[in-house]
Each structure stands twice: as structure tokens, then as C-alpha cells.
């Protein structure tokens, strides 16, 4: 089993940056590929970024190319989301994704949500 704790959410004017934090415990996290999602009201949610266990493999959701970057931080077994430009649209509620698997996305095997973070970004 997996603890999935995020933070770092809050309100943030149009251009404004915000890091959110995801720290995980109850089991190797160093096995774990770490990943963030979204989801706006009234919207799906949506993949957002992805890093695989190594650290070496990221994935990002083309709308947030060039503006977001994922990273981890094994001795802190903590994952990050950097978050620059931000725009009203990047309103939503941030979940972390922990999952079992080689890759950068991992599907089928066990996988493990955090509570999710609000994030407000106004014009």
C-alpha cells in the first residue's frame, strides 16, 4: 500500500508559478512511476505529467509543454510539479498518481491516488 500526500496548491494570478509536492510512503518509491493529473469542474481528468522510477522518463500533457516540469527527489521519496506561466485554464484540482510499472505510463498493475490539491489561477 502506498500514502500519497500532496501540496503546494493555492491561488495564483495569470503568469504567476506554484510547485506542488506529492510525498509518498508505504512502499518503495524508488519502484514507483509518479505522475500528476487533473481534473476542472465539469471535465474528465486529464494526464498531466509522468516520471518513471528512475527519473530518467518523463511524459507531459501537450498543454503544459515548455511551462511545467516534473522531477523527484528519492531520499526525500517526494515527487515535484513545477508549474511556471500558469493560466486561468490550469484552474483544476491536482491529484498524484503513484503506479507500479517500467515505463513513464504504467496501466493494469496497482496504482495509488493522493487526495488532490487545489489549484486557482485567475486573470
Known amino acids: 500500500q502506498v500514502q500519497l500526500v500532496e501540496s503546494g496548491g493555492g491561488l495564483v494570478q495569470a503568469g504567476g508559478s506554484l510547485r506542488l509536492s506529492c510525498a509518498a510512503s508505504?512502499?518503495?518509491?524508488?519502484?514507483?512511476?509518479m505522475g500528476w493529473l487533473r481534473q476542472a469542474p465539469g471535465m474528465d481528468r486529464e494526464r498531466v505529467a509522468f516520471?518513471?522510477?528512475?527519473?530518467?522518463?518523463?511524459y507531459y500533457a501537450d498543454f503544459v509543454k515548455g511551462r511545467f516540469t516534473i522531477s523527484r527527489d528519492s531520499s526525500k521519496n517526494t515527487v515535484y510539479l513545477q508549474m511556471n506561466d500558469l493560466k486561468p485554464e490550469d484552474t483544476a484540482v491536482y491529484f498524484c498518481?503513484?503506479?507500479?510499472?517500467?515505463?513513464?505510463?504504467?496501466?493494469?498493475?496497482?496504482?495509488?491516488w493522493g487526495q488532490g490539491t487545489q489549484v486557482t489561477v485567475s486573470s
Open positions: 498518481n503513484a503506479a507500479v510499472g517500467p515505463g513513464v505510463l504504467n496501466f493494469g498493475g496497482d496504482e495509488y
Open positions: 516520471i518513471d522510477w528512475s527519473g530518467g522518463g518523463t
Open positions: 508505504g512502499r518503495t518509491f524508488s519502484r514507483l512511476a
